[in-house]
């Protein structure tokens, strides 16, 4: 047996003082006269005999009595192993506030029973302790230690979070703040699959307990992702929406509803049944008439478990498509009639020796036709142009200078022209999954008129440094016109002139329509519709406002604050970190005006309940001699588990109930034993 405090152990020698009062006070004596004292003698002898009897029971309890207190006031315990923690500790204490808490046991939300714990632990330990209070949020207020009425405190401000975190990354966090040789940690949560990630973990500097809360498993379905088969929303067009739905449940879903709020107005979809762990998708088949922000929340009905049973969606269809058609010989007709007759395009002209370079960032299509070379300092500017994001379209001239064209195109690391062929050709295949003829022919098999040309260009068949797609391409298997991606631009390069004479492309209109079109509203990348919480920090959006100039954009919606921000010309990066923290519709506003709406959504991590028992973390840590489960039954009475764990089997308890015992005694033996 140990003592936490034995230099309570001097008091013992309070025993004496009883033992000395006791043999004082009953060696005086008292004066009795009686008249006739013949009978006295063989009463007294009893009667003493009784009374030292009596006395010394009565001592005897005292003394244990005063025994048991000094012990009870050192602190007694029996080791359990050698790791005994005396002095000063450091405890780290970690509730999970994430969404999946939100989930019940007999009623209770789990977060309240981890409150609960938390409470009960900071409780189990002294006033000299000190604590750190640790959720998913990461704030900075929780990387400090804080005294005991300070932890409890904390405790009862802990609300639900859509922050997710790896419990490793948790740990780690609490190595950052605790200091000394006693640091322990505390991880409460249901341990979910996703997070849980403790195993393998070999620190040792750190005592490890986690304590498992957890409700019975629930159904849920959550809308797991929404995305554009189009990379580009098309105007005055069906663009397919798809929506995937997850059921993370272990039974069967039937008869999910599935609708979308437009325009104020909510549309049904219709119901969709989704296989226990599986995912199921439906297609939305979304009408687009006007240009600008548009914005969406798609839903479904699914009980307990709500957070995730909406998914917000925002993009941009641009208010105005600029064309610019870089010429020798003048203007082509058929791209005047072309780009003209749409209202929300706008076609300009430059001639070869009259550019305005400073005018390329504000077109999205650069055309070049019937140039006989391109000039170093063209192809220079049109190279940092289409790395920022710009497209260019290529037609040869018919006298091409192939030197000053590949010179351009080895800059650009394109497939480079080999020679010109006077043959008469006909292009055969069209690549219909590509985006720019995807979805363009009801029927890809039907008998389409294809370009035919008698001049063209032999586009080297050598592999390009930049990666490439054929669009479409002639009988005999050489390319007609290829797409290379550039960085964030795209440069298609086509084997002919556009000059009627040498190719008929032009007289195609059910190719070269929509082949011109999509190719001005093509992006390298899909444009982001959405952003998860928690894990998109930053936004990347036009820079309104241009390069110069300090600018502030401040970010509007369910919560309004000035995000982080840096300028890179075109671009603006906003941080908006953990600044936002429920999902919906935020707008990025400049100088009072709108410039892009931003849709948020919660980390469907915490959509999948499922979580690992006590024997399965058991298993987990088997391998880490500073890591524990506390079970169920521990948790009942966790401020006993906590001082055994910590200083073995405390007894100081045994030895007060003992103290109380031995007077309860006393009180009898003085009342009830007669002398």
Known sequence: MSFLYPSFLWAIAGLSIPIIIHLFYFRRFKKVYFSNTKFLQEIKEETSSRSRLKNLLVLLMRCLALAALVFAFAQPFLKKDDKVRVGEKAVSIFVDNSFSMNGERQNIPLLDIAKDRARDIVNAYTESDKFQILTQDFDGKYQRTLTKDDA??????????????????????????????????????????????????????????????????????????????SPVPMINQNNALVVRLHNYGDDDIESVKLSILKDDQERPIGLMDVAAGSSATDTINLSITTTGTHQAEIKILDYPIQFDDSYFISFE??????????DEGGANRYLD???????????????????????????????????????????????????????????????????????????????????????NKEVANINTGEFVFSDVFENNNRNLKLP??????????????????????????NAFINKYRIEEGILYLCASPLDETKSDLVRQAEIFVPMTYRMAIS???????????????????????????????????????????????????????????????????????????????????????????????????????????????????????????DQGVVLWRWFLWAAIAFLLIEALLIRFLKT
């Open 152 to 229: 409890l405190t904390t405790i009862d401000q802990i609300t639900p979070s859509p922050a997710v975190h790896q419990l490793s990354q948790i740990i780690n966090r609490q190595k950052q703040v605790l200091k000394g040789d006693n640091q322990i940690s505390y991880l409460i949560s249901d341990f979910q699959k996703s997070i849980t990630n403790v195993e393998g973990w070999q620190d040792t500097t750190m005592e490890v307990n986690l304590i498992p809360v957890q409700g019975v498993n629930t159904r849920n379905v959550a809308i797991d992702s929404v995305w554009f088969v």
């Open 317 to 326: 269809v641009a208010e105005k498509i600029n064309i610019l058609s870089i």
């Open 337 to 423: 009639a072309l780009f003209k007759g749409i209202s929300y395009f706008q076609i300009n002209h430059q001639n070869l020796s009259q550019i305005q370079y400073q005018e390329f960032d504000n077109n999205q299509l650069i055309i070049l036709h019937d140039l006989r070379s391109i000039s170093s300092g063209l192809a220079s500017e049109l190279l940092q142009y289409i790395k920022a994001g710009g497209k260019v379209l290529v037609f040869p001239g018919a006298n091409a200078d192939l030197n000053s064209y590949n010179q351009f195109l080895s800059m650009s690391g394109a497939n480079t022209l080999v020679s010109a062929l006077n043959d």
């Open 452 to 477: 035919t040309v008698n001049l063209s260009y032999l586009i080297s068949a050598v592999s390009s440094v930049q990666p490439f797609e054929s669009i479409m391409s002639f009988r005999d298997g």
């Open 523 to 645: 992006r390298t990348n899909p444009e982001q519709i959405s952003y998860k919480i928690g894990s998109d920090k930053f936004v990347e959006m036009e820079n309104k406002a241009g390069a110069g100039g300090d600018v502030t954009y401040k970010i509007t919606g369910k919560k309004e604050f000035i995000p982080g921000q840096r300028n890179l010309g075109k671009k603006m990066i906003l941080d908006v970190s953990n600044q936002i923290v429920e999902g919906g519709l935020y707008d990025a506003v400049l100088n009072e005006q709108k410039a892009k709406t931003l849709a948020f959504n919660f980390d469907r991590a915490e959509s999948d309940l499922s979580f690992y028992s006590n024997s399965e973390l058991a298993d987990q840590i088997k391998t880490n001699p500073a890591m524990s489960v506390i079970s169920q039954e521990q948790q009942a009475g966790i401020n006993v588990a906590i001082s055994e764990k």
